[in-house]
């Protein structure tokens, strides 16, 4: 990236793949874009590290648009005049990227289309009308043929509860269970 505009001052941006925050000077930050936030961060040529505050600022580019992101506010003697972009916010404007601005138009032939199978849609008359069935359903091809119900086998409807638990008890392959 070359230039964008960094709170409405424009400024050349440089790519810091080092940095996981992005770095400003104080020269570019209003007093009401501080969020009281700090950040500890270890500045290059410098062993120590530093408590430095956070500030809000809003990146704009006709490359990625509009963006509002975090910055580590340092002193002027660093980078004054060049915004250092940070991997965080270089993340974003990938992201920003391949989201596309689409400007779709609607002709008058898609809109009477539109406007027509919406009406096809709530009219009563069409509603419940299907074409074309979701599930055929087709007999069985594999008859099963049953032998008939002998009538001198004693129903299981006519056992009682009773009848059913004492032979239950009395039945040599169910005696462990019990």
């Not at 199978?117 to 009219?123: G, H, L, V």
Request: proline fraction near 6%; charged fraction near 25%; aromatic fraction near 4%.
């Amino acid at each position: 990236m070359s230039k964008a505009l960094v709170n409405n001052v424009q400024m050349p941006i440089s790519r810091d793949t080092g940095a996981s925050i992005d770095l400003v000077s104080r020269n570019h930050v209003r007093s009401e874009d501080f969020t009281d936030e700090t950040v500890w961060v270890k500045q290059p040529l410098d062993l120590n590290f530093t408590c430095l505050p956070l500030a809000r600022i809003e990146l704009q580019s006709s490359d990625f648009g509009r963006i509002v992101t975090k910055a580590t506010v340092i002193e002027a003697v660093f980078v004054d005049g060049v915004y250092l972009l940070g991997n965080r916010t270089a993340d974003l404007i990938a992201k920003q990227k391949l989201t596309s601005n689409v400007n779709a138009v609607v002709t008058r032939s898609q809109r009477e289309r539109l406007e027509s199978t919406k009406r096809a849609e709530t009219d009563p008359t069409t509603r419940g009308i299907v074409s074309k069935p979701a599930i055929v359903v087709e007999p069985d091809p594999i008859v099963i043929n049953l032998p008939p119900a002998e009538e001198t086998a004693p129903s299981l409807l006519k056992v009682s509860a009773d009848e059913f638990i004492v032979t239950q008890r009395e039945c040599d392959s169910l005696k462990p269970c019990f």
